[in-house]
């Protein structure tokens, strides 16, 4: 089974097909001879980049509260 997505616009009373595509449900590892973890990689990355930047702000807002200007 595949997939088609058609992309259409309306000139002049008639509907014109803009653009095509299509794909075949095949695994990245099968199709392109590996797995493509890029976009994985980045989310893992912007996770660990949230999490240490609340680890900060936490340990901001303890050190204000001890100081007592917060």
């Known amino acids: 089974m595949s997939r088609v997505t058609l992309v259409f616009v309306l000139e002049g009373g008639s509907w014109k097909i803009v653009q095509r595509h299509g794909s075949v449900p095949v695994a990245n590892g099968v199709s392109m001879g590996a797995k493509q973890?890029?976009?994985?990689?980045?989310a893992d990355a912007a996770q660990e980049s949230l999490e240490h930047?609340?680890?900060?702000?936490?340990?901001?807002?303890?050190?204000?509260?001890?100081l007592g200007i917060w």
């Open 53 to 66: 930047v609340l680890g900060q702000l936490s340990m901001d807002a303890t050190r204000a509260r001890i």
């Open 37 to 42: 973890s890029g976009l994985a990689e980045l």
